[in-house]
């Protein structure tokens, strides 16, 4: 009689059995936090105030009123949208990594109301300078949310929180 060669199973070694489930964990997380996200909104088109000028979110023909279509905006928080655009496109022209007094102050002058205007740090609590700096205020049941990251502004509509606030914790 003959026998078999003596097989062995062999149990995953740790390395490439952790791999498999960090890769699993990851997609999973990136799954979940997918479903959180809003949908990207088309930005309004552009207004002589941001017609040639360098800001990082594109911008559609150039109708001088937002269609509603396109953005599903009211009125009053689009015309908050282009404001908001327009001062932060100026402001990071002339300085593109403005400071927390800075930006607040530049809004301020647009016509934003201070009571519920928000703006992010501009440095870390190790004292380091921020990546970038955000402005944020309430229209209706939407907040207009601005951000300078290196001169480039990009600008977008999201939910207001439950607080009735755009930023989460203490940034007025």
């Known amino acids: 009689m003959s026998r078999a060669p003596h097989q062995t199973k062999t149990k995953p070694t740790a390395k490439g059995g952790s791999a498999g489930y960090l890769a699993l964990a990851a997609a999973a997380v990136a799954l979940a936090l997918s479903a959180c996200m809003a949908p990207a909104q088309q930005p309004p088109a552009a207004t002589p105030a941001t017609q040639g000028s360098a800001s990082s979110s594109a911008t559609a023909p150039a109708t001088g009123t937002p269609a509603p279509s396109q953005t599903g905006l009211d009125p009053a928080t689009a015309q908050l949208k282009a404001t908001l655009e327009s001062t932060l ?84």
């Not at 949310?145 to 607080?163: C, E, H, K, N, Y």
């Open 89 to 172: 496109v100026s402001l990071a022209a002339a300085n593109p990594k403005p400071g927390q007094d800075q930006l607040r102050t530049a809004l301020l002058a647009a016509g934003i109301p201070a009571g519920t205007l928000e703006v992010s740090v501009s440095r870390t609590p190790t004292g380091l300078d921020v990546d970038a700096i955000e402005a944020a205020t309430p229209s209706g049941r939407n907040c207009v949310v601005g951000q300078v990251r290196d001169g480039a502004v990009a600008v977008t509509v999201l939910p207001v929180l439950a607080s009735g606030k755009c930023f989460v914790g203490d940034s007025r």
